[in-house]
Every structure is written in structure tokens, then in C-alpha cells.
């Protein structure tokens, strides 16, 4: 499981395809539809190039709360 959650305004994201570009872990898609969708959460290493990157600042990276010690 990510420890990073990937959460996207749909609102503001007009689908440009930035993020998909410049994730280095590829987490992200364009459909067939051209829509953005974020399709490997789980692999996202927090580094926020994508959240950095975005021009409509339709991207928030979180740290998921570390469950592992109760
Ligand atoms: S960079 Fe922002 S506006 Fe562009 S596809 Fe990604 S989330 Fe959507």
C-alpha cells in the first residue's frame, strides 16, 4: 500500500497531461478520452514534482498516517 495519497480537484484539472510527464514513478494516465486519471497510487514516493508542476494546482500529495505502531 502507498504511503502517499494522490488526491486530484477534479474541478481544476483540465487534463493537460503535465503530471503524467514529469512523475518519475509514471503513476499517472491519459485515457483514450484524454481525461487524466491516476492510475498507480501505490507507487507514488512523495516527491511532489507533479503537486510542484501543475498550473491549475489541481494536485495534493499527503503523507497516510503510519498505522504500523497501533
Ligand atoms: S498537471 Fe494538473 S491540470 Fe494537468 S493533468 Fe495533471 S492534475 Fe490535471
Given at each position: 500500500?502507498?504511503?502517499?495519497?494522490?488526491?486530484?480537484?477534479?474541478?481544476?484539472?483540465k487534463s493537460c497531461g503535465i503530471c503524467v510527464a514529469y512523475c518519475p514513478k509514471k503513476i499517472f494516465a491519459l485515457t483514450a478520452k484524454k481525461?487524466?486519471?491516476?492510475e498507480q497510487e501505490?507507487?507514488?514516493?512523495?516527491?511532489?514534482?507533479?503537486?510542484?508542476r501543475c498550473p491549475d494546482l489541481?494536485?495534493?500529495?499527503?503523507?497516510?498516517?503510519?498505522?504500523?505502531n497501533g
Open positions: 500500500m502507498s504511503k502517499y495519497s494522490v488526491a486530484v480537484n477534479g474541478k481544476w484539472c481525461k487524466m486519471i491516476v501505490e507507487n507514488c514516493i512523495g516527491c511532489k514534482m507533479c503537486e510542484n489541481a494536485l495534493t500529495i499527503t503523507k497516510k498516517e503510519d498505522k504500523t
